[in-house]
């Protein structure tokens, strides 16, 4: 039997629609400008570069239904994506192969503190102060490909108190699924329990405390996130 030095930290799991039993989450992975309006938006060339990733710790994500406005900021975005939860993994996985390693996708936000990650570009440091706060990412029920099959389109809408502020398709997205766990498996071993992110659509903007956040992906039905 291991002794452990302190209390071991709990594992953060997820829900899975029509079960009782719990997606356990391992490392998140988030994709950058991953539309090409967003990447207008935020001032780079949509142009198809290679990706970039970066990363959520497992336990900034949230199914509480509500995002807590965070400290040390006065200028936090919403960007709605679609999250993608992996039941297997590997190394160099590849492309006509990385479907067979998805479990399910859900509803997710990659809410950032704009204001502090701004900073960091200037200084050309890493971005985790802007994106890896507490509860920094909501996220709703996982669907499983058997239930949902795999979404490779389809409408995703943000709203803000009622406004439609971000809107879009899955198509449109530059770097698909399969290509961003291929591309993904080529620097990293990617095993069951990871999730990736998969980029927003043009919109993003600032919520204060009070609002209320909609969103939706066609597939993955609705969810609403107050801002508190």
Same mark, same amino acid.
């Given at each position: 039997?291991?002794?452990?030095?302190?209390?071991?930290?709990?594992?953060?799991?997820?829900?899975?629609?029509?079960?009782?039993?719990?997606?356990?989450?391992?490392?998140?992975?988030?994709?950058?400008?991953?539309?090409?309006?967003?990447?207008?938006?935020?001032?780079? *060339?949509?142009?198809?570069?290679?990706?970039?990733?970066?990363?959520?710790?497992?336990?900034?994500?949230?199914?509480?239904?509500?995002?807590?406005?965070?400290?040390?900021?006065?200028?936090?975005?919403?960007?709605?994506?679609?999250?993608?939860?992996?039941?297997?993994?590997?190394?160099?996985?590849?492309?006509?192969?990385? $479907?067979?390693?998805?479990?399910?996708?859900?509803?997710? $936000?990659?809410?950032?503190?704009?204001?502090?990650?701004?900073?960091?570009?200037?200084?050309?440091?890493?971005?985790?102060?802007?994106?890896?706060?507490?509860?920094?990412?909501?996220?709703?029920?996982?669907?499983?490909?058997? *239930?949902?099959?795999?979404?490779?389109?389809?409408?995703?809408?943000?709203?803000?108190?009622?406004?439609?502020?971000?809107?879009? *398709?899955?198509?449109?997205?530059?770097?698909?699924?399969?290509?961003?766990?291929?591309?993904?498996?080529?620097?990293?071993? $990617?095993?069951?329990?990871?999730?990736?992110?998969?980029?927003?659509?043009?919109?993003?903007?600032?919520?204060?405390?009070? *609002?209320?956040?909609?969103?939706?992906?066609?597939?993955?039905?609705?969810?609403?996130?107050?801002?508190?």
């Amino acid at each position: 039997m291991t002794t452990y030095a302190i209390e071991v930290p709990a594992v953060v799991t997820l829900p899975v629609a029509g079960t009782d039993a719990k997606f356990p989450v391992r490392r998140v992975y988030c994709i950058g400008r991953n539309y090409a309006a967003h990447a207008i938006e935020m001032g780079h *060339d949509p142009d198809r570069e290679a990706p970039f990733f970066f990363q959520k710790n497992p336990n900034n994500l949230d199914v509480s239904g509500e995002f807590p406005y965070p400290a040390k900021s006065s200028d936090v975005h919403h960007e709605l994506e679609m999250a993608v939860m992996l039941q297997s993994g590997g190394d160099n996985i590849a492309i006509e192969d990385a $479907l067979n390693h998805v479990f399910g996708y859900a509803l997710s $936000l990659d809410m950032t503190r704009r204001d502090l990650q701004g900073e960091q570009k200037k200084l050309g440091r890493p971005w985790e102060i802007g994106k890896a706060f507490e509860r920094s990412a909501p996220v709703g029920i996982i669907h499983t490909v058997d *239930d949902v099959g795999h979404l490779d389109r389809g409408r995703v809408e943000l709203k803000v108190n009622g406004e439609v502020k971000q809107e879009g *398709d899955l198509n449109q997205m530059i770097w698909k699924v399969p290509e961003m766990i291929s591309y993904l498996s080529e620097y990293f071993t $990617l095993a069951a329990g990871d999730v990736i992110l998969s980029g927003t659509p043009a919109g993003v903007g600032p919520v204060q405390r009070g *609002d209320t956040m909609d969103i939706s992906i066609a597939g993955l039905g609705a969810m609403t996130v107050p801002v508190v």
